[in-house]
C-alpha cells in the first residue's frame, strides 16, 4: 500500500533549506544574547532544525545522510533543552549542547532566578520532545526531566493528549498516574495501564487518541491492528510547514515497532523515512579491531581492482595576500633573531601554517604538485626540528637543518610542544618519509612536554609504542575501547582500527579498514560546514597510515581516492 506526502509550498521547502547552517548558527547566538534562554527559545531551535530535516527529506526521501543524522539529533537535544529548562531550571544546574551549531549553554543553579523558571510543560510540547527522543534513542538519557515534567504537567483528566503521554510513560518506564495503584511492572501491568489511560479518554477521535491505541497494539504485540492504527494516523498527517513532512507520532511509533518487534512499516510512504524508523545503523565494519571478524562480502570488493572513493569537499579558498602572509611567518620563524625568546613558540606556529598549506592546497587537486611536496618536506623539517628543540638541555640550544639552513634555537620545553603538534609532527614525518625527521619525535613521544586529556591520548600512546620498538597491542586495545565510546558529533575518532591492522600485519584487513577510516572522514565532514574545515580534504592520520605501510611494509593501497593522493603514496 502506498500513502504520498501532502503537498508543501516550494518556497517554504527553500527558505527551510537554503542558507540553514548560517541561520541556525545566528538564531541560536541571537538568542544567547538577548538574555535567559528558556524553554520557548529551545523549542524554536528544535522547530526550525525539524523544518529543515523536513526540507532535506524532499529531495532525500530515505533520510539516510550524516547532513540528516546530525539535524535530527540537534533537533531531538533542542527539545530535550525545553523540557529540561521545565524541569531543573532554578532547581539544579544543567546544560544543553548542539553539535550542529557548535553551540551550548550552561545553567547554574546558584545563578538561576527562581521568578522565571517554567513549572508546567505543554502536553503537545512533551509529546514532541518525547517521540524525538525515542527517533534518536535519547528517551533513557533525558528519562528524569521527562518524568519530572509529566509528573507536573497540568492536564485535565481524560485530554487525549495527556493520556498519551500516560501510555508512553508507562510503556517506557512502568509509570502510573493513578496514586492508589502501584507502578505497573510487568508487561501485562503495563499493557493494563494503558488501557486504563484509553478507558479515559474523552476526545476519542484525536490523532492522539489514536496514537494511544496503536501504542496499546504494539505494546500488546498486535501486528494486524498495529499496522492498521499506522495507516490511519498517516491518513491524518497535514500542514503547511516543512516539519509537516516528518509527522512525528507515527514516526515514533514505527521506530518503537522495530526497535522491540523488529517491525518495518508495512506502508509504503516517504512519511516514514527509513533511516528515522530504523535508527541510522551505523554500517557494519568490513573489518574488526586486531584483525578480527573481517566481513568476507568486504574482500570482494577489492577483486576488480581499486575500490574508487571520490572526496565531495569543495577546493577551499586561498587568498594569495594570505598564502603570501602564511610564506612570510614561516620564514620568519625559521630565520629566528639571536635574541628570540619566543623562537620555539614561533617554529610551533609555522608548523600549523605550513600543515594548513599543505591541505588547503590539496583541497585543489587530487594529487600534489612539486611545490607541494616540497612543501611537505619544509614541513616534516619543521615538525622534527621542534622536538629536538624540546629534547634540548634546559640552558642549551639546539641545532636543526629547515630547508637547507643550519638554525639555533634555545631549549624550549612548553605546551607549544605538546600532544596534538608531537601528533601532527609524527604524521608529517611519516607522509614524508624521511627517518632522521621521524627519530627526535618518537624519542621525545607524546607527553614530553605537557599531559594529554584529550580524546586522542590512548591513540598517541599507542603509536608512540609501535614507532619506539615497544609491544603497542595494551595500549591499542585501550585506544579501540575509548575510539568505541566516543559519541557522534563534533569529535571524529583516531584511525585506530586502521592502526590496529598495521600492528596485526594483515594487508587485505588494512585496506579494508582504511577504506572504512576514509568514509567516516568523509561523512565526517558532509555536515554542517565541515566541509570548509580545513582537514577535510584530507585526513594526516589516515594518510600517514597509508604511506607508513606502503613505504615500510610494501603494502599495496586498493584505494583510489583523492584523500590518497598518488604521489604521497608512490
Not at 145 to 171: C, D, I, K, P, Y
Not at 308 to 316: F, I, K, N, V
Request: a negative charge; aromatic letters at 8%; one cysteine or more.
Amino acid at each position: 500500500m502506498r500513502i504520498e506526502r501532502h503537498q508543501v509550498n516550494e518556497s517554504a521547502i527553500s527558505a527551510a533549506r537554503e542558507g540553514f547552517f548560517d541561520r541556525i548558527g545566528g538564531m541560536v547566538h541571537s538568542y544567547s544574547r538577548a538574555g535567559l534562554m528558556a524553554a520557548t527559545e529551545w523549542r524554536l531551535i528544535a522547530d526550525e532544525f525539524l523544518d529543515y530535516l523536513g526540507a532535506l527529506s524532499v529531495d532525500s526521501p530515505a533520510l539516510d545522510t550524516p547532513e540528516a543524522k546530525a539535524v535530527l539529533k540537534d533537533a531531538t537535544e533542542a527539545a530535550a533543552g525545553a523540557i529540561a529548562f521545565a524541569a531543573y531550571y532554578s532547581y539544579d544546574s544543567f546544560q544543553v549542547f548542539l553539535d550542529y551549531p557548535n553551540f551550548g549553554m550552561s545553567y547554574d543553579r546558584s545563578e538561576a532566578d527562581a521568578s522565571l523558571r517554567e513549572s508546567t510543560v505543554r502536553p503537545q510540547a512533551w509529546l514532541d520532545a518525547f517521540c524525538l527522543a525515542i527517533l534518536s534513542d535519547k528517551v533513557s538519557w533525558h528519562g528524569e526531566a521527562f518524568a519530572f515534567t509529566w509528573q507536573s504537567m497540568r492536564v485535565t483528566e481524560g485530554h487525549a493528549t495527556a493520556e498519551l503521554a500516560n501510555g508512553f510513560m508507562a510503556h517506557f518506564f512502568g509509570y502510573t498516574r493513578d496514586q492508589d495503584a502501584p507502578d505497573p511492572e510487568t508487561p501485562e501491568q503495563r499493557l493494563a495501564t494503558i488501557d486504563a489511560a484509553l478507558a479515559r479518554v474523552q476526545d476519542r477521535d484525536s490523532e492522539a487518541a489514536l496514537a494511544l491505541h496503536t501504542l496499546r497494539s504494539l505494546a500488546a504485540g498486535d501486528r494486524e491492528a498495529f499496522d492498521a492504527g499506522m495507516v490511519s494516523l498517516l491518513d491524518r498527517a497535514d500542514g503547511t510547514r516543512p516539519r509537516s513532512l516528518l509527522p512525528l507520532l507515527p514516526l515514533a511509533l514505527a521506530a518503537l515497532a522495530h526497535r522491540a518487534h523488529g517491525w518495518l512499516p508495512a506502508v509504503d510512504t516517504d512519511y516514514l523515512p527509513l533511516a528515522l524508523v530504523t535508527g541510522f545503523p551505523t554500517p557494519e565494519p568490513r573489518v574488526g579491531a586486531l584483525g578480527r571478524d573481517r566481513r568476507p562480502d568486504a574482500v570482494a570488493e577489492f577483486a576488480a581492482g581499486p575500490v574508487r572513493l571520490d572526496r565531495p569537499t569543495p577546493a577551499l579558498p586561498l587568498h594569495p595576500d594570505s598564502e603570501a602572509g602564511f610564506e612570510r611567518r614561516i620564514q620568519e620563524a625559521i630565520n629566528p633573531a639571536p635574541d628570540d625568546r619566543l623562537a620555539a613558540y614561533r617554529l610551533s606556529r609555522a608548523l600549523d601554517r605550513q600543515a594548513h598549506l599543505l591541505l588547503v592546497r590539496a583541497s585543489q587537486s587530487a594529487d600534489v604538485t612539486d611545490a607541494q611536496l616540497a612543501a611537505l618536506r619544509r614541513a616534516s623539517q619543521l615538525g622534527a626540528a621542534l622536538f629536538r628543540v624540546a629534547l634540548a638541555e634546559p640552558g642549551t640550544e639546539a641545532e636543526v637543518a629547515v630547508d637547507g639552513r643550519t638554525v639555533r634555537y634555545p631549549a624550549t620545553r612548553d605546551k607549544y610542544s605538546g600532544p596534538g603538534q608531537w601528533q601532527l609532527a609524527l604524521e608529517l614525518a611519516l607522509i614524508g618519509g624521511d627517518r632522521e625527521d621521524l627519530a627526535p619525535i618518537v624519542l621525545a613521544g607524546p607527553t614530553h612536554s605537557a599531559a594529554d586529556g584529550s580524546e586522542y591520548a590512548s591513540y598517541r600512546v599507542a603509536l608512540h609504542d609501535y614507532f619506539r620498538g615497544v609491544d603497542p597491542l595494551p595500549a591499542t586495545e585501550r585506544a579501540l575501547r575509548d575510539a568505541a565510546k566516543a559519541e557522534d558529533g563534533l569529535f571524529l575518532p583516531p584511525p585506530v582500527v586502521l592502526f590496529s591492522q598495521l600492528v596485526e600485519g594483515d594487508e587485505t584487513s588494512f585496506n579494508l579498514a582504511l577504506l572504512d577510516a576514509l568514509e567516516a572522514h568523509r561523512d565526517h565532514h558532509s555536515v554542517a560546514d565541515r566541509d570548509t574545515d580545513r582537514d577535510a580534504p584530507l585526513s594526516l592520520g589516515v594518510l600517514a597510515l597509508a604511506c607508513h605501510a606502503r613505504r615500510t611494509r610494501g603494502w599495496a593501497v586498493h584505494v583510489d581516492s583523492p584523500y590518497l593522493p598518488a604521489r604521497l603514496l608512490a
